[in-house]
């Protein structure tokens, strides 16, 4: 069955919708993105995302779309119309079409695109991997400077999943001057004794929402924090690891570089994480 989407302000069966070839998100990555993760029919941590979104276009410079203000309206329509219980909403926001390929920006008559669908995840929060965890390789950090902003520049985060599934692993850490940086679509943590360490917030790392709550609930819950780089060698000689994002919510993460972490099984740390997460998130949602 036919999904229904929104394309620039029209709620439409996917076979349906179409954007401009001369769209500068396909010439030229020019866009932007956030994923909003519903459990239960509602809405994780919306405000997170839409804050986050308006910084992006900011930092870009790229207008807003006439429909910025009733995104919540659009999100919880979405949700309607393709009955999801559990899921996703991906949006991205392109700086439009001017009619023609440019380097240039267009001037601010050309309005820019706005695309929402959903994704449907039933079970979501309760992923097997939750039990077992993840095994993640390094890798070099080659992507562009700016990674505080969430653009749809995702080519290398996902030639690097190609990399750890050709070793047979789940995802890639990614490392610049010796430290890791976050993961291929997630941020990083270790935790050695009584403390979470995870690398802090700069342009050199996406200011997750996921992070974001997960931290605050660590420290509500007494937890010691560290935000601060770590190394590959810290982390293989962790005594757990995990990450996190709107779609994985809190995973744990038990192998890097082949090399055991911890006991070679999910942490304490990062399951009780999970479990405060998903409790506080579903009283929260929209």
């Not at 995840?121 to 070099?140: F, H, L, Q, R, W």
């Not at 030639?159 to 047979?168: D, L, P, R, T």
Request: hydrophobic share 40%.
């Amino acid at each position: 069955m036919s999904r229904t989407v929104y394309v620039n302000g029209d709620y439409l069966p996917e076979e349906d919708a179409k954007i401009s070839i001369f769209d500068r998100s396909f010439l030229m990555a020019d866009g932007v993105y956030e994923v909003t993760s519903v459990l239960g029919g509602k809405l994780i941590d919306f405000d997170g995302h839409a804050k986050r979104l308006e910084r992006s276009l900011n930092e870009l410079e790229m207008q807003k779309p006439e429909a910025f203000d009733d995104l919540l309206e659009i999100h919880r329509e979405l949700v309607r119309a393709n009955d999801i219980v559990d899921g996703m909403i991906y949006l991205q926001v392109s700086r439009g079409s001017a009619g023609d390929r440019d380097f240039a920006y267009p001037d601010a008559s050309v309005k820019p695109t706005l695309v929402l669908f959903t994704q449907s995840k039933p079970g979501m929060a309760d992923s097997p991997m939750a039990k077992t965890g993840m095994k993640v390789i390094s890798i070099e950090d080659a992507r562009w400077g700016r990674r505080d902003i969430k653009t749809v520049q995702l080519l290398y985060p996902s030639m690097g999943k190609m990399m750890a599934k050709a070793a047979g692993c789940d995802d890639a850490w990614l490392v610049e001057d010796g430290f890791v940086t976050e993961g291929t679509s997630n941020n990083a943590y270790i935790v050695k004794g009584d403390t979470i360490i995870t690398r802090q917030l700069s342009n050199d790392i996406l200011h997750g929402i996921t992070r974001a709550a997960v931290l605050r609930f660590a420290r509500e819950a007494q937890m010691k924090v560290e935000e601060r780089s770590f190394t590959i060698d810290e982390a293989q000689d962790a005594d757990e690891a995990y990450i996190t994002s709107a779609s994985t919510f809190v995973m744990p993460v038990v192998e890097l570089d082949g090399k055991a972490i911890g006991t070679g099984k999910p942490g304490t740390v990062a399951a009780r994480l999970r479990e405060i997460y998903l409790e506080e998130s579903r009283k929260a949602a929209i």
